[in-house]
């Protein structure tokens, strides 16, 4: 049955249907019966199965317009349809018993039609949590997400006014007639909603209210059931919290006296007492605890970790318990650098360890960047920087994308060098006290478990888990008790020590193998970088981490650095000089073998220029060589451009008349007077060489 428009209406298909089985040679055949009501048709009597009436009465019916036929059959998959109300009285009994109560069916075929699982009921349930953490079973998500499908339905059939007054025939909700429809489906679909009208229509109510969370049995995480409550555990956790760090026999022996009324415990904070009378069973007896329960509830995962952060440092708590980011290595080489110190692992003679500082290109794992002192200062991580542009310089290599530092000794250059975008393109800061976020820590272990223990005695820790890493060091006996015997190493020693190691260890096959097949780490680093890095600014750089000298501007010409005369690169570059100052500072930065190659030169904020060491050359020329000529000719050129801006900047000449000679001339009378004009000769010259005038003339002629 359907609805036309607002008529109950039934096909004709469903009242001249035949549900009942043909025999054939003696056996029923139930092939084209269909199941009426939920129930199959070899449960039904004959009578029920038989067509509601025949083909021929039918269209006897219509023709004489007994019944009402509000829609005619014909093309398209159009069928007939005969309004319920108009069929005889007969026929409409044999409809309910055939096919049910009309409201029933009404709302069970629209179940039919829209029940969906609720897919976002199902990823509720999933991602629910209870005040522990635990999650609900599978078996209750799958229950609940049933549960609230259903429910779904319902609230969207009841929202559907229109449904709704026809199936109730325009009465208020009838929970009867739903809940009866609801059991229909508790078969079809298996959820546990209850089928009491009464109970039914509180959970549908709750349901609107409150969601998915109604659905959740009250049973879940009941805390009134477990012997140790959520207020004892704190309480057993809070006296584990002494300083002296009580053992957890102890802790049970501290509870258990105060459940007796024997021990006063108070919140230092706010100075309140607990209340014995708190911490009772249901008789209101003290809940004493035996020791291997309250251990059970110190050493579960998360009070471990809750006393690990209050009685461990911070590395402790970290590596053991905090949990951390699990990463991957970048594919090109100079992507990123990772700045570390550290302290050689081998004394000095005092006692004392050298303070190392390195460098480290991340994907291939070479040292691109090394320092050494005795003292951690920041000039430490200054002179490691250095020694890194160093190396990118002698090699022709770019500007590594990111650095990854720790705010110990680079905190000063926070708004200088390590500011993203002054000079590195990112700059990451590391968490203070997370060794295992660096990747230089990973590589400085790598470096010392491996080159370093096999090319050095004495690496490894006193106290290390392996055996073969523990060094050989013997306690020396004395009035001090503190003495041990050690082998010692100067500076320079621990030095070359160390660089020998880094040359093996930058050297090595690079430890992807599968990824980098037969290349070593040096390798990776020069042939594989990132290829979107920029080349460096130098003069920007060396402003922050080269060497500076305070020096002047002489003769418009060059500066002396180091005792050695570095030339501008054009006499123009003295127009970008302070009025009355030609002092400047020279940042440089010395190669590999001590030399300065060329300075940068600024005043102040401002650039100035880029000068090259300025070439002497022999003034003998019997001795010139080749590059005595080529630092003549330089030094030839950068005078003629300086003669030349001279030349064509040359001041012009001006007189200058007092205000009171200008106004006596403008208005005296230009008069004209003759001015008599004495000529002296000279005594005894001769003009007999003018007088020839032809000579004159041929002179005049040649001159043309």
Not at 59 to 75: D, E, T
Not at 138 to 148: C, L, R
Not at 561 to 571: H, I, K, W
């Amino acid at each position: 049955m359907e609805y036309y428009g607002k008529i109950l209406c039934i096909s004709v298909n469903d009242l001249t249907y035949d549900d009942r089985p043909v025999v054939v040679d003696g056996v029923a055949d139930w092939s084209h019966s269909r199941v009426l009501n939920g129930r199959a048709p070899q449960d039904l009597p004959v009578e029920t199965l038989a067509p509601i009436m025949s083909v021929p009465n039918y269209k006897q019916l219509s023709a004489r317009k007994k019944i009402n036929v509000v829609r005619r059959g014909g093309g398209m998959g159009e069928y007939a349809l005969i309004e319920v109300a108009t069929l005889p009285r007969r026929f409409r009994e044999r409809v309910t018993a055939k096919y049910g109560e009309m409201e029933q069916n009404v709302l069970r075929d629209w179940f039919e039609r829209h029940y969906r699982v609720d897919a976002e009921a199902r990823s509720w349930f999933t991602r629910f949590r209870f005040a522990d953490g635990s999650p609900l079973p599978p078996d209750k998500i799958n229950e609940y997400t049933v549960n609230a499908s259903v429910l779904q339905a319902v609230v969207a059939v009841m929202a559907d006014t229109n449904i709704m007054r026809k199936a109730m025939q325009g009465a208020t909700n009838n929970w009867g007639e739903m809940t009866g429809v609801i059991s229909y489906f508790q078969a079809e679909f298996g959820h546990t909603l209850p089928l009491s009208p009464h109970r039914f229509r509180e959970r549908v109510t709750t349901f609107q209210k409150q969601g998915y969370e109604s659905l959740i049995s009250k049973k879940f995480k009941n805390q009134s059931a477990r012997k140790v409550n959520y207020g004892i555990e704190r309480l057993i956790l809070s006296l584990d919290s002494r300083p002296e760090r009580p053992y957890n026999t102890t802790v049970a022996e501290m509870y258990n006296m105060f459940v007796r009324g024997e021990l006063t415990v108070a919140d230092p904070e706010t100075g309140e007492w607990y209340d014995p009378a708190n911490y009772t069973d249901k008789n209101g007896d003290p809940l004493v605890l035996s020791e291997a329960t309250i251990a059970n509830y110190l050493n579960t995962a998360k009070n471990k970790a809750l006393r690990s952060k209050l009685h461990d440092t911070q590395w402790d708590f970290n590596n053991r318990y905090r949990p951390y980011h699990v990463r991957r290595n970048g594919v090109y080489a100079l992507s990123k650098i990772s700045l570390d110190d550290r302290d050689l692992p081998r004394p000095m003679s005092n006692g004392q360890r050298v303070k190392a500082y390195y460098a480290y290109d991340v994907v291939s794992g070479c040292v691109v960047g090394r320092a050494y002192s005795r003292l951690k200062t920041t000039d430490l991580f200054l002179d490691c920087m250095r020694d890194m542009f160093q190396t990118l310089d002698r090699n022709g290599w770019y500007m590594p994308a990111e650095l990854e530092v720790e705010h110990h000794l680079v905190q000063n250059f926070a708004d200088g060098l390590m500011k993203a975008g002054v000079v590195f393109p990112l700059i990451r800061w590391c968490n203070p006290g997370n060794s295992r976020e660096k990747r230089a820590e990973h590589l400085n272990r790598a470096k010392k478990y491996g080159v370093e223990k096999r090319m050095q005695v004495g690496i490894g820790r006193w106290y290390a888990s392996l055996e073969a890493n523990r060094p050989k060091v013997e306690k020396v006996y004395d009035e001090l008790n503190n003495t041990y015997k050690e082998a010692t190493y100067t500076f320079e020693q621990l030095v070359a020590d160390d660089l020998a190691a880094i040359d093996a260890f930058n050297h090595q096959l690079h430890p992807n193998q599968k990824m980098y097949p037969g290349m070593s780490r040096w390798d990776v680093l020069a042939s594989r970088q990132n290829p979107d890095l920029k080349p460096w600014d130098k003069p920007y750089l060396y402003r922050y981490i080269g060497n500076c000298t305070a020096t002047t501007i002489k003769q418009n010409m060059f500066c002396t650095v180091q005792y050695q005369q570095f030339r501008l690169p054009s006499p123009r570059d003295i127009e970008k000089l302070e009025p009355r100052n030609n002092k400047v500072e020279a940042y440089w930065l010395a190669d590999a073998a001590g030399n300065i190659g060329e300075v940068y030169l600024w005043q102040g904020e401002k650039y100035i220029a880029t000068c090259k060491l300025l070439e002497r050359y022999n003034e003998a020329t019997a001795e010139q060589t080749q590059a005595d000529r080529d630092a003549y000719t330089e030094q030839s050129k950068y005078v003629s451009q300086f003669d030349k801006m001279m030349r064509e900047e040359k001041i012009d000449r001006v007189a200058v008349l007092p205000s009171e000679t200008t106004a006596a001339i403008a208005q005296a009378a230009a008069n004209a007077m003759a001015v008599p004009m004495t000529i002296e000769q000279p005594e005894d010259e001769d003009y007999s060489e003018y007088m020839n005038t032809a000579a004159v003339a041929q002179a005049a002629v040649a001159s043309v």
